[in-house]
């Protein structure tokens, strides 16, 4: 009986939330005995005896001699940021226990600590040697509403703006040089710029095409039709540079050299005005406003080898893929039809992609550079989105509205990135990271609807040509100088390679 009282006293002793036996009287108490039964004096006395007794054990909230309403007492409710334990729910006799157990030798036979663990973990409730020597439980007080700690920005402080933030190349906002195009045709549908790999500019004013050389600035006037009603429709430019190729209001296709500045050729086949032109090697496709599409070999006397009858309206885009494997058209039909190369013969042929999801008139249209199955596609004014397509399965990539009629597509070969020109309601060029789809710029300068882009031969520049009468040039996809080092020096590689094979 004498071990479990001696137990009990220990238990009282290690918790020091409890009252202590046999203490020795505290002072205030000391004077209360000495002072008699009568009422305490107030400087003395913590508190007054009518609202607690001299055999509390608890701390008294008030200190001992002053009066006032200043409380010195635990706070009960939520304010601070410290964590402020509870005593009374640590197990500090299981932490008497397992510091003393640890002097103990090693026990023996694994059955004995198997049933040692059972009946831990009956009477405690867990296993005994897996215990803490000290736990504190409970949930750490919330700050008030309002509390500011003056010292979290210390311990809360992130990186800097300058080592967070992502390098961004400088897009001038202002077009490089503005050039006159006086009396070009406002129209939708045709195509009146292109910029060749000699870094000439084709640009088509009416019933003239004039040439303007980048580099000395010097301006040709290559034709004029000798109609007066008759304009020019479309432009294109042979991937070397010194052919070009023109499509007139009166359903010609005409082929012009650049250094003798003679016409080399009239081609007929269509009965309407030819409104889009695109270059295969030595195939020159040609769309016209019946909805049929014709190619032309430019070697032989019969040129006409192939027609493409997809749409029943105008046809207003065409482009061929880099590779030359597919032909993408874009109509006013609303469609987009992709098909694939011919060379030469009869027959009919049939696209082998239709998309019939934009809801208005398909101009632009431009293949990827560096996917060769990534078809980019804008629709006019009653659509206004730009669709990226796999013209290999026949899927949508990704769409987003830009907000405003799509004229024009360019796909950057410096950046993964493309450009689009707009016409109502915004009239700017604007350009999206691909494949994200979210704008890098907005470039603002013309005051009427974007006709046409096209782009300069080292893919730094592009020219716009809009109904206000202008041509500007805006050098939005500049090189590194280092990168552009590497890639110069890149193609000399290759070229030295070709040069070699060659001989």
Avoid at 219 to 244: C, F, R, T
Avoid at 259 to 272: F, G, V
Avoid at 402 to 425: D, M, P
Wanted: charged share 20%; hydrophobic share 35%; proline share 6%.
């Amino acid at each position: 009986m004498a071990q479990f009282l001696f137990e009990a006293d220990l238990h009282g002793l290690l918790k020091l939330d409890t009252p202590i036996p046999n203490a020795p009287p505290a002072r205030w108490q000391r004077k209360d005995k000495e002072s008699g039964p009568g009422p305490s004096p107030a400087g003395v006395s913590p508190m007054k005896p009518a609202n607690r007794s001299h055999s509390s054990s608890k701390t008294p909230s008030k200190t001992p001699g002053k009066s006032g309403s200043k409380i010195q007492s635990t706070p009960t409710k939520a304010g601070g940021d410290r964590y402020i334990p509870n005593r009374s729910t640590m197990q500090m006799d299981m932490a008497n226990f397992l510091l003393t157990k640890e002097n103990d030798p090693a026990e023996g036979s694994p059955n004995k600590k198997e049933q040692q663990k059972a009946w831990a973990v009956n009477l405690n409730g867990f296993d005994v040697e897996e215990a803490k020597i000290l736990r504190l439980s409970g949930q750490p007080q919330n700050a008030p509403e309002g509390y500011q700690n003056n010292l979290k920005v210390l311990y809360s402080q992130k990186m800097t703006p300058g080592s967070s933030r992502k390098n961004s190349r400088y897009i001038p906002s202002m077009p490089d040089r503005i050039l006159d195009a006086p009396e070009i045709r406002n129209d939708y549908y045709l195509n009146l710029i292109d910029w060749s790999s000699q870094d000439f500019l084709a640009v088509a004013l009416d019933n003239s095409v004039y040439l303007w050389n980048h580099a000395s600035g010097e301006i040709i006037q290559l034709l004029q039709m000798e109609h007066p009603d008759a304009y020019i429709s479309s432009v294109s430019w042979i991937k070397e540079g010194n052919y070009l190729a023109v499509g007139t209001s009166t359903a010609e296709v005409q082929l012009w050299d650049i250094q003798q500045q003679k016409r080399l050729r009239n081609m007929t086949s269509h009965c309407a005005r030819v409104g889009t032109l695109s270059w295969n090697s030595y195939i020159l496709s040609s769309g016209a406003r019946t909805g049929h599409i014709h190619h032309h070999d430019v070697r032989v006397a019969e040129h006409h080898v192939a027609t493409l009858a997809g749409h029943t309206q105008e046809v207003c885009g065409l482009k061929w893929s880099l590779d030359g494997r597919y032909l993408a058209s874009g109509g006013n039909d609303n469609l987009v039809n992709v098909w694939p190369c011919t060379q030469g013969g009869g027959g009919d042929f049939a696209p082998v992609q239709t998309f019939t999801q934009h809801q208005g008139a398909v101009k632009a249209v431009a293949w990827c550079p560096w996917q060769m199955n990534v078809l980019a596609t804008g629709g006019g004014t009653s659509d206004r989105h730009i669709r990226i397509w796999n013209v290999c399965s026949g899927t949508c990539l990704s769409t987003v509205d830009a907000r405003s009629q799509v004229c024009s597509i360019l796909w950057s070969t410096n950046y993964k990135e493309f450009v689009s020109g707009h016409g109502f309601a915004q009239n700017q060029l604007v350009i999206w990271k691909y494949p994200t789809m979210t704008k890098v710029a907005e470039l603002q300068g013309h005051t009427a609807r974007i006709l046409n882009l096209t782009m300069s031969p080292d893919g730094t520049t592009v020219a716009s040509a809009a109904a206000d009468e202008t041509v500007r040039l805006w050098r939005c996809f500049e090189m590194d100088p280092i990168k552009k080092k590497e890639k110069e020096k890149a193609n000399s590689a290759k070229s030295s390679i070709i040069h070699q094979s060659i001989r």
